[in-house]
């Protein structure tokens, strides 16, 4: 059943894992509004990160987060802990040269174990899972830019630009791992903005992708942030994703979720059952100035800091391929900030 949201745009009715697309998925600034008056959307406040003064305890796993490094991590001063978490965007367009550079970033890093994540300026990582546009490709990096890109790898005798990373890194991609006994997920999908890699539509098709969230999650990593927290642009107008909203609200509702992308919406935050940490190190003009954000969660019982698993996820085929052909068809519109229409 089709209706039409008061700003007129045309959304199809769609529930999945019991969750709703929202009628102003497409303008999250409006779809917030209309959330907002959910007393418990109100708690949302911001919160202190652990200092790195802070012991580090045998019963507490630290988690130190960061993301939008954008290849600025030379003078990074990243704090001890258990677990560093990466929410995407390491690069400016993912060239090898750039990934090479973060993966010697990581191999410097003392925490036990490295939770990686691609992000929408990853443009190799999206083009080799077939998540870039070529024209998008093209219109960063020039037409040779591709050619470019596929001789280095070949140089360096890779598939995939995510083979650089360290081998003790795990990388999520809509994929699930369990680190010192906590369930994390992972996911660099975000919603259309300017067609670069992993974006997704606003609402049933980027729902599908949450869809794929365990619901009994402790730790989820995505590059976007929900709509409502974190997510405000210079303007004041909230980008984040609605339906990611609802998923990790309704359904998930994890210990933390570590994320990225907006780089005006720094800071950790608490709904009281969650913690946001929009942990991006670069602010708008993509000067590194953001520490690193420290969070300590329980060790869980019978496990120990030592622990991990990588379970096998959804395999990129299974993230339909019409996502892209509808990227192709894609005109932006007017409208508030984050507002598209899509022709499809
Ligand atoms: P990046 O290019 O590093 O992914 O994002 C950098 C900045 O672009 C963000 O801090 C934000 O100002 C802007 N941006 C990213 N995604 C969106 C979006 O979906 N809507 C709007 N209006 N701005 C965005
Ligand atoms: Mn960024
Ligand atoms: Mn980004």
Redesign the pocket.
Known sequence: MASAGPSGHQQTDCISHGIRVHPETRCPDRAFSMLSVEKEFKKTKKIKSIGPGVPITSDNVRIVCIS?T?SRTNRLDVPAGDVLIHAG?FTFHGGMGEVQAFANFLATQPHKHKVVIA???ELSFGYCDGFCDIRTFKRLLGSTGVDSMKQKMQELNINHPRELLPKDVVYLNNSAATVCGLKMWGSPW????HG?AYNAQRGKEILKIWDGIPSNTDVVITHTPPVGVGDQ??SG?R?GCVELYTTLKERVRPQLHVFG????GYGLYTDGTTLYANA?T?N?NYKPINNPICIDLPLPEGFSKEDVRVEAGMSNHEVSREFLQQQSNVSQSGGC??CFQWRL
């Open positions: 939008d954008h965007d992000g929408n300026h975000s919603p259309y903005f670069w642009i210079s107008d980008v992308h907006i780089h005006e991006s670069c708008i900030a984050g």
